[in-house]
């Protein structure tokens, strides 16, 4: 439970950065001439679609991690003895991958943030201003689920985090924490954005990189630690 | 254009066969070859006030968004999350059911309707297998919640059509990618020009223009139309016509060809004829239409998919059958969508369009005109390549190859002819005149000419008559023939020169010696296509001696000379009895019907109307050197359309295997199909980044920067002419 309620943190904390790139929509998106009523069902409707694709992707990334683990060909894992190396293996890289893009949010490593943001965003993002202006009910929804799918690497470092559980469930619950840890400031969008001065978007943005950088470090940790306690408990001479 | 909209899909310019799907978008009517292309052309061009591209992108998300949730729902019961409170199942059941069949009735309307459409014209297509399946799927799982079974199959039949949907729409995007280029191959007409009238500008259609309206573009803009500069300098790239590319310098008075690209500076430009009659606007036409055919691997390809569905329903119900006797009905009835799903045979269909799509624009945007698509498939093929002489390999003006005289200086020869010669119109003339200015001689004033046709022509320099023609005019003339000359002037006849007797003050005193010359970059070209594996043969009308020079200059071992074209056709299906795939060159003079009977007609640039006609690949004016690039083209568009029905039915049928083997999760086979189809568009992609051809590479001299008519021409100095020798 610990655990998704520091991811719920990191997805809160991460939310000042999608103020920054997706608060624009979220203000787009704007007043219901219904009242006060309609212009909430309309945001929660939005944000709605939006944790339904977070939720579909840490479902899908988890089920992926799941088949790595499941389906290796080795009965009798080599390095690892009767530890599960796949899962390791699965930790070490989805860790690194997140130290990687958290260093993104304190500005290092710019030209991987142009792989990951550039990739056949621009499209969708062009595509999506014409829901914004739609008045059907159900656009919101719609604009939500496509929103969800826009390249971010927030999203990406927690589907990451989501594959290297290696179950469909908990991937699922990861994605669900961090999606709703994004809810407050997504529904307060209006308000909030505007009042945060952008020193302190810039904090948070930073805040959300510590977390992220840290869950990274822990799910590394717990790839390498055991792999490492085990490789030094092995005689000499071993693979590596 | 109308006629663009019956043929071409709005989207990747593909051929739209016999699944149109038409819609308006921007006002306008568009119609799509696939689910897929319509998606991805709302997506990419409709505008937010159009209601029906926004309509199309929520009903999308929000089938995207209860599809999701029914899988995460799904998934949460696979796991077992609700185990402990079972009497939960059935109201999650009732939810899912809630969910599935508003998303089923949004994502799976288009292809529901597009079967229906199909089966009321007698056809079953592969949507038909895909609303069979999920149909399937649907109505056990309505029978199974009502039952109060354990197992309901929602997510699968949802999910199978959300994957359907995202693959089109990725491969249609892929696909206009990779059409991208073809686009102004087909604008020339509708494209918009900028007309200058009394100081305002106005954008008017092209093939509305006169001659004489004044039309500006601007840099990095299309010449629109043919005509003059009247203002402005820039430079223009005209690879669309001469196959070339580089930079032509224009200034005030230069002509301009519509196609051609203006680079740097505005220009105003007065036409000269009407935009559609220009060479640009008929390329275009040509390509059009050479799209809108299919060629024999795509019918033969279209053919199989049309049978093949029908059994893929018969092995789909055999399936069902078969596992239903060792396991419960609902496991055997997934397997059999699992096979209904990846029988698809939606890659074969692709296959051939887009790679002879993307092989037909490569070769126009070099001024190279493909007929028909089926032309690629038969010249990848050919294993011979034959050649008509005159006018194709050679450049069809006579030039002056050699100069004999009785103690006179060439130079004295030569100025005195062209003063002679310059008061004619006759092509040999032309070839004397042009042949002392390049030497720099002053022409030897001369009066009192007169002409005699079929003689030659008369006339007085310096006070003394002076006469040049055949030896008929020297006979009438009673002008003797010194004896040395005499026995040169017969070698030359022999092999098959031109040759003029010129004399003055009563005596014939020199001979001047003109040839038809093999074009400079012949010899190049011929060594290519030999490169490349092909035999190359001349097939001439001219005497032997005249044709084994050229054969000789160029690099031809076969040949066969003074051929009627009667002849000349038998001697192609001689050929073809020996070589399978035989193509003919020419310029198509008297060549048409050769051309015509040839498996593949080759006509260059300089070719008659007729010629044009009767072939299947027309080449630009001094386009010869391309020859070998086309064929490396060609080939490369065929292997990409083999691999490519290699990969979509060796994927197809490898699928199946699995499929009904129940290796395969249905989910998961929708998912591999969309990759298939993705595959096969990059493997076409690949066609795209084919280099252009280089003339350098080809070309033993590399080109000058000088127009054809000057590098072809005179430049070479007399008496250098591969031909005669001295003595």
Known sequence: MTYYLVIFAAGFAGSFHCIGMCGGFACALGRDPGGAAATAGRHLLYNAGRLTTYCFLGAVAGALGEMLCTSRGLAVPVLTGPLDGAQQILAIVGGLL??????????????????????????????????????????????????????????????????????????????????????????MMGGVGRMLAPVWRQRGVWLAGSFILLLGLITLGRGVLPLSAHLHALPQGSPG | MTERDDNLCSHCLLPIGLRAMQRTVNGEDCSFCCYGCCIAFQVKHGRSEEWEAAWLLIRLGVGAFLTMNIMLISLLLYAGTFSADAWLIPWIHLLLWIF?????????????????????????????????????????????????????????????????????????????????????????????????????????????????????????????????VVEGESHTDEAVITGESRQIGKCSGSPVIA??????????????????????????RSVREALSRRSVIQRVADRVVGVSVPFVVLLGVLTVVYWSHSMQFDRAMLIGLAVLVVACPCAVGLAAPLATSLGIGRLARCGCLVRDPHTLEVLARARLLAFDKTGTLTSGRPRLVGIESEGVATNEVLARCAGLERHSEHGLARAITLAASARGLKPVVTCDVRATPGRGITGNADGQPIAAGNSALMRELGWQLAPSLIELARSMEASGHTVIYLGW???????????????????????????????????????????????????????????????????????????????????????????????????????????????????????????????????????????????????????????????????????????????????????????????????????????????????????????????
């Open chain 2, 259 to 284: 196609g051609s690209i203006n680079l740097d500076g505005p220009l105003l430009i007065k036409s000269s004829g009407a935009g559609s009659a220009t060479r640009w606007a008929k390329i275009c």
């Open chain 1, 98 to 187: 997140m130290i990687a893009m958290a260093l993104q949010f304190f500005g290092l490593l710019q030209r991987f943030q142009a792989v990951t943001i550039g990739f056949g965003g621009s499209t969708l993002a062009v595509s999506l201003r014409n829901l914004l202006t739609s008045e059907s009910r159900a656009a919101p929804v719609a604009f939500g689920v496509f929103n969800g799918f826009l390249p971010c690497p927030l999203v990406y470092a927690f589907a990451v985090q989501a594959a290297s559980t290696a179950g469909a469930v908990p991937g699922f619950l990861v994605m669900l924490s961090f999606g709703l840890g994004t809810f407050p400031a997504m529904l």
């Open chain 2, 505 to 727: 003050e009563g005596r014939v005193r020199a001979l001047l010696a003109l040839d038809d010359t093999p074009l400079a970059e012949a010899r190049s070209m011929i060594a290519g296509l030999q490169s490349l594996g092909l035999h190359v043969a001349l097939l001439s009308g001219d005497l032997a001696p005249a044709a084994r020079r050229t054969a000789a200059a160029v690099g031809i071992e076969d040949l066969q000379a003074a051929l009627s074209p009667e002849a000349k056709r038998a001697a192609l299906d001689r050929f073809r009895q020996g070589y399978g795939v035989v193509a003919m060159v020419g310029d198509g003079l008297n060549d048409a019907p050769v051309l015509a009977d040839a498996d593949v007609g080759i006509a260059v640039g300089s070719a008659t109307d007729l010629a044009r006609e009767t072939a299947s690949l027309v080449l630009p004016t001094g386009g010869l050197w391309m020859l070998p690039w086309i064929i490396t083209v060609a080939r490369r568009v065929r292997s990409t359309i083999l691999t490519n029905l290699a990969w979509a039915f060796g994927y197809n049928l490898i699928a199946l295997t699995l499929a009904a083997l129940g290796l395969l999760q249905p989910v998961l086979a929708a998912a591999i199909m969309a990759s298939s189809s993705l595959l096969l568009v990059v493997n076409s992609l690949r066609l795209s980044r084919l280099p252009d051809p280089i003339p350098g590479a080809i070309l033993e001299p590399p080109p000058s920067a000088e127009p054809d008519s000057v590098r072809r021409g005179l430049g070479v100095p007399v008496m250098a002419g591969p031909a005669i020798e001295r003595g």
């Open chain 2, 100 to 228: 599935a069949t508003p998303a089923l009735v949004i994502l799976g309307e288009p292809y529901l309707r597009e079967s229906w459409v199909q089966i009321l014209q007698g056809r079953v297509t592969s949507s038909a297998l895909v609303v069979l399946g999920v149909s399937a799927a649907y109505a056990y799982s309505v029978f199974a919640t009502i039952e109060q079974s354990e197992q309901v199959y929602f997510d699968t039949a949802t999910m199978v059509l959300m994957l359907f949907t995202i693959g089109s729409y990725i491969e249609a995007a892929g696909r206009a990618k990779a059409a991208r280029d073809l686009e102004p191959l087909l604008a020339a007409e509708s494209e918009c020009a900028t007309v200058v009238e009394g100081g305002t500008e106005t954008p008017r259609p092209v093939r509305e223009l006169a001659a004489g309206v004044l039309v500006r573009v601007r840099p990095g803009e299309r010449v629109p139309v043919d005509g003059v």
